[in-house]
């Protein structure tokens, strides 16, 4: 029985139309709207589909991990419902979305309190920090290797072979268990569950664990200062071309395209 | 704060050249070291480069230290970032600058966490704090919806910028600078992972991240046989064609040509945005093209609010009169 952990972090839908977004300048964070629940990161469900290829295939437990201030139970609990076979909510105070130190210091400590962990999965980078930075994290504190954009994921006897799109080909990377690997859109979507998955997704174990639980340092963590936060203005001068028809108006384009001499 | 001082940059090496993002971070490391006073420091990896170190010099390193060993000729993590780290413990720079590729997005992490620091991912913009000396980094938050600056407490500040960011710095064959020679001294038994098979590709027509025009729709174009004609106008002017997401989830077009913060990021002359609306995850992904042009029949579409030219026209109607003129004038 071979043992995967996912890292799934909640956040701001990505996909959010601009007139729903707003920032908090004096807290510098997005006020999450009320309108929109909170969604699982994209390149997360692509680490969890990873899991579940592998569990198709072969005898596997896969947990998911996942921590914030204080998760959304329901949108948590979907990666239940999708084929994972427990959760483990890391939920404290002191988290925050923009403390990458603390989170793969948090989500180390927990993957070392479960104990038993052949493969950790992540996401390439979470949609609303952007940074890729905690499989990477993990990795290090852990002090096994990490390999990161990974296509496809294989678990073979003892070993984890690891497809990666480069920017001019792929690689085939062979490494020992266990190992962190990121996951990208490449893995293929998260699975659509049915309605009978919903119902048993409501029996699996779900634990909580805090930082006082986890044994971690919060104190003055960051090793960042947030400057400031803010929305880039679009300079709106676009110069909209008119015409009678949309044919007339697309021959003006290419006209003006010719004029300015970009084509 | 400890005594680091001077910018280090990651001078990636493709074909047997520096990359173009190696002369961007030198343009954006000369500027910072010459507003700290400090000294701009290279750092080349790979195999048989020795002769690109005056290339280095020339776009403004004074020193350049040099790690050539035949086990380093291709890219991979566990070697390039212990090689990384020694460099790092021996200049001890205040700032590292890396690339936003799939080499940077690996080492700028690896060696913050490493090394008990921080590092910041994506920077669009650097400058130097006028108060506390400290650099200023600006990247993309939420997908692109805004925007953060912050300063990294500790040191060395590592930064991994986005390609086409900065400005490279003008080439000066005249310009004298220091070669460092450094021992690879890795020890192969030490290395947990092993590259099993290395494949090129190489694509059919023009590749999306190097091209020159890209022509991109979106969920209005409604099929995959929609697409076709996007493909008439990317062959036309020789360039390629991207997608927001949802034609990708529909399987219109392939996943490999999705543009935006959860996809690919592409820096063209030309951004030809069709039946797209504009989402912030999305125009992320080609912030810093020349000039980019909208076909929406919504006039309130968020994508007019970022392109420079456009028309409120449905594409259907629009396409074929658009490439029929094309014709005639390329």
Known sequence: MKNIIVCMKQVLDPEIPLSLFHIDTEAKQAIPPKAMPPVLSPFDENALEAALKIKDVQEATVTVISLGKKLNRVVVSSALAAGADQLVLLQDESFGDFNTYLTANAIAAAIKKLGQYDLILCGLQASDTNTGQVGIGIASILGIPCITAASKVELVDDKIKIEKALADGHEVIEAPSPVVVTATYEVGALREPGVEDFMSASKKPITIWNAGELGIETGNTNRFDLVKMYQPAHEGKCEILEGASSEEKAEKLALKLKEIKVI | ?330
Not at chain 2, 282 to 302: L, M, Q, Y
Request: aromatic fraction near 6%.
């Open chain 2, 1 to 330: 704060m400890s005594e680091n001082t001077g910018v280090l940059v990651h001078c990636e090496i493709t074909g047997g050249k520096l990359a173009p993002i190696a002369t961007e971070l030198l343009g954006a490391g000369s500027r910072l070291a010459t507003e700290l006073g400090q000294e701009l420091s290279a750092v080349l990896i790979g195999n048989d480069i020795g002769g690109l170190t005056q290339e280095a010099i020339a776009y403004g390193a004074n020193k350049v230290y040099v790690i050539d060993d035949p086990s380093l000729q291709y890219y991979a993590i566990e070697p390039y970032s212990m090689v990384m780290e020694k460099i790092v413990q021996q200049v001890l720079p205040s700032i590292i600058l890396l690339g936003q590729t799939s080499s940077g997005r690996d080492l700028a992490p690896w060696l913050a966490f490493r090394l008990n620091t921080g590092a910041t991912m994506d920077c669009m913009a650097l400058e130097i704090d006028p108060a506390s000396k400290r650099l200023l980094m600006t990247r993309p938050v939420y997908g692109g919806n805004a925007q953060a600056v912050q300063t990294c407490r500790t040191n060395p500040q590592i930064a991994a910028v986005r390609i086409k960011a900065m400005s490279p710095s003008v080439k000066d064959d005249t310009r004298q600078g220091q070669v460092l020679n450094v021992e690879a001294g890795l020890d192969s038994a030490s290395l947990k992972t092993r590259v099993l098979e290395r494949k090129v590709e190489t694509t059919a027509g023009i590749k999306l991240e190097d091209a020159r025009v890209v022509v991109a729709g979106g969920r209005g174009i409604g099929s995959a046989s929609g697409f076709q004609q996007l493909e008439e106008i990317a062959g036309l002017l020789h360039g390629a064609v991207g997608a927001t997401r949802p034609p990708c989830d529909a399987k219109w077009v392939s996943d490999s040509q999705q543009i935006g913060i959860t996809g690919k990021i592409v820096s063209p002359d030309l951004y030809i945005a069709v039946a797209l609306s504009g989402a912030s995850q999305h125009v992320s992904g080609f912030f810093s093209t020349k000039v980019i042009v909208a076909i929406n029949k919504d006039p309130e579409a968020n994508i007019f609010k970022v392109a420079h030219y456009g028309i409120v026209a449905d594409w259907k109607a629009a396409l074929p009169a658009f490439i029929a003129k094309l014709k005639q004038i390329i």
